[in-house]
């Protein structure tokens, strides 16, 4: 019990403070504590906690397939796309490589179209340049997932240099490598489908934004102006909008806020109509149709940039003050043990 | 009137799958047609911000570039990694990249891959690439004491030591300039806290659209020097860059952002026509008491 109860309480209680005085405190053990020992050990923590997250992940799939649960069908897929990764991870490097010494400077051309049947070749005039530069020994630019295709290419080339040597990159370095089996599954299946969700949200915001953003109270027509004008003054067609659209919109939305104020329609109507005529006028008379004349408050670029930097950046600030208050809170409380979320 | 109405009412309940087809059509026919949607792109001061900082680098400046994004988020994010890599590398600076992601190692193998040899930079000597440890804000914390703590090895297995532009960098005091490409956490606000901001290292950042309202507070403090905001900031980097190399005698193709541009534009034409519309029917329906909307 006590190992159960009190020692995590007393672990948190002693390296929070610790962390925490040890800012304070300006000695090098302490300061070295804080500053590498105590990051490091989190390092550990957290490459531990990656290790159990998949553990967990596959122990769930594992109990929804045998207990036939809901959807378990997809769990498979789950299970072997799991399975395929450790594989191609741990198991299978994959990632055989070929390099020729000595070459002979007549066979470069030669060399380039071979590998141009292999691999994508963007610059022939940078390879021929790249491998005449390293003639006494040169990497092929392509990594063969089989070591039969590169014993293949390797006697492909065979006659172009004295010797053909076989290569498979490291324990590790596999899983980063263009062209190795672990890359092919990353570029070729989790891209493409990871990509694939993430664009389905632009049908999901249009549709929502249709249904959601309704003029129902000043605070939503708030929401609803400043969305607009954010979404079109962030692309370049922002820039067309003339400057008579955007005053006209303006005098528009004065005389919305001052519409309650003003009983008589007509009253409200001839001072909207006037607003209209005399930004017409002036703009006219300034020649606000030059890019260099033209009011910022009547660009739509503008006007988002100022949403961005002014009403964005404080309501931004607000809730980080909010969160950071929120989480000195949180962080006494577990630091003196009134909170338990391990 | 009343037919007007009627109508309204009528497109104000069309079917969803109508809105998607029509956000799908608004997307392929730029991107089938670019030539038709050619839009010219002006930088806003936050890219600009962005472009002057990296140019104003000197010659064999260190700068770190952290890639925290993955494939969901490549087509905002990526664009101002390879525009940024174009930017560096014209400069001959001296490139070392770390990924708080583990999906980043990819995007930055591949963005290396992209532009390193253009430019025929060589690896380990031009740029490193140290790959990824899990940890977030700790490992931000552990670069800014020491290096050598977080990475013993970098992404191809070599020893650190043994790679030449490593010997003279202990911690980040010893760079210049860091650039975050983040599409969340851990990102560059943990690079803002952890590192730039105690050590005072500049620094700015690449992110996503959805993240600029978290990031803007960190740029109108200065601590983050500009902000590329989604594609649009990509796109408006790109053209800096491109415009800039140019004028430097190095021809750059339009940038992939750049080239999305127009497609983005008419998507998001379309979703403010449909907002209006939404609203148009809404108020005809509101005092009747049908319902309006999509089924």
């Known amino acids: 019990m006590f190992l159960k109860r009190q020692m995590p309480v007393i672990i948190a209680i002693s390296v929070g403070l610790f962390i925490l005085f040890g800012h304070f405190i300006n000695i090098a053990p302490v300061q070295q504590f804080v500053n590498n020992d105590a990051t490091q050990w989190f390092d550990i923590i957290a490459s531990f906690a990656i290790f159990l997250g998949a553990l967990n992940m596959l122990k769930l799939q594992v109990l929804k397939v045998v207990k036939k649960q809901r959807n378990w069908q997809y769990s498979i897929l789950a299970i072997v796309g799991f399975a395929f990764a450790i594989f191609a991870g741990f198991f299978f490097r994959g990632a055989n490589y070929i390099t020729l010494s000595d070459i002979d400077p007549n066979n470069v051309n030669q060399l380039v179209e071979y590998i141009s049947t292999v691999q994508e070749v963007k610059d022939t005039a940078l390879m021929v340049k790249g491998i005449e530069s390293s003639l006494a020994s040169y990497e092929i630019p392509k990594i063969f997932i089989s070591k039969s295709s590169a014993e293949d290419f390797a006697i492909l080339v065979s006659g172009l240099a004295k010797n053909v040597t076989l290569g498979v990159k490291p324990w590790g370095a596999h899983v980063q490598i263009e062209g190795s089996l672990f890359s092919w599954m990353f570029f070729k299946i989790f891209t493409p489908l990871s990509s694939t969700m993430f664009a389905l949200l632009a049908f999901f915001v249009a549709s929502a934004s249709y249904r959601a953003f309704r003029i129902r109270n000043f605070e939503a027509t708030l929401l609803l102006v400043a969305g607009i004008i954010l979404m079109i003054g962030r692309v370049p067609i922002g820039e067309f909008i003339p400057w008579w659209v955007v005053s006209t919109l303006i005098v528009f939305g004065i005389g919305a806020l001052i519409a309650p104020m003003i009983p008589d329609k007509k009253i409200l109507f001839g001072l909207i109509v006037t607003g209209i005529v005399l930004s017409s006028v002036l703009g006219i008379i300034f020649d606000w149709s030059l890019a260099i004349n033209t009011p910022g408050i009547l660009s739509i670029p503008n006007i988002s940039e100022w949403i961005f930097d002014y009403p964005t950046a404080a309501g931004s600030r607000a809730i980080m003050i909010g969160i950071a208050l929120g989480i000195i809170a949180t962080s006494f409380r577990i630091i003196l043990g009134i909170e338990r979320p391990f | ?295």
Not at chain 2, 150 to 162: C, F, K, Q, R
Not at chain 2, 229 to 249: C, F, K, T
Not at chain 2, 257 to 281: P, R
Request: glycine residues 8%; charged residues 20%; hydrophobic residues 45%.
């Open chain 2, 1 to 295: 009137m009343n037919l007007l109405k009627k109508v309204f009412i009528a497109l104000g309940s069309m079917d969803r799958r109508f809105i998607f087809l029509l956000v799908a059509l608004s997307v392929l026919f730029p991107k089938l047609y670019p030539d038709l949607f050619t839009l010219p792109i002006k930088p806003s001061s936050h890219s600009q911000r962005v472009f002057d900082e990296i140019d104003t680098l000197k010659e064999n400046s260190k700068v770190l570039v952290s890639f925290e994004y993955g494939p969901s988020t490549k087509p905002e994010i990526h664009p101002s990694a390879i525009a940024l890599l174009n930017h560096l590398f014209s400069k001959n600076i001296k490139v070392y990249a770390v990924a708080l992601w583990p999906d980043g190692n990819f995007m930055a193998t591949e963005a290396f891959s992209q532009v390193a040899d253009k430019y025929e930079k060589k690896y380990g000597v031009d740029y490193v690439n140290l790959g990824y440890k899990p940890g977030g804000e700790a490992v931000v914390k552990g670069l800014a004491s020491d290096i050598r703590t977080m990475y013993t090895v970098d992404l191809l297995g070599n020893d650190i030591d043994s790679i030449e532009m490593m010997k003279d960098v202990t911690n980040l005091l010893d760079l210049d300039f860091i650039f975050s490409l983040s599409a969340g956490y851990p990102g560059s606000k943990e690079w803002v806290q952890f590192a730039c901001d105690p050590l005072g290292i500049p620094m700015s950042t690449g992110c996503t659209s959805i993240q600029v309202t978290d990031i803007i507070p960190y740029v109108a403090n200065n601590q983050i020097k500009g902000i590329l905001s989604g594609m649009p900031g990509a796109a408006e980097y790109e053209q800096l860059v491109r415009n800039a190399l140019d004028a430097r005698g190095v021809m750059v193709e339009p940038g992939k952002a750049s080239i999305n541009m127009a497609a983005q534009s008419m998507a998001h034409i379309v979703i403010v026509l449909l907002i209006i519309l939404g609203n148009i029917t809404y108020y005809l329906t509101r005092k009747s008491g049908k319902k309006g909307g999509v089924q």
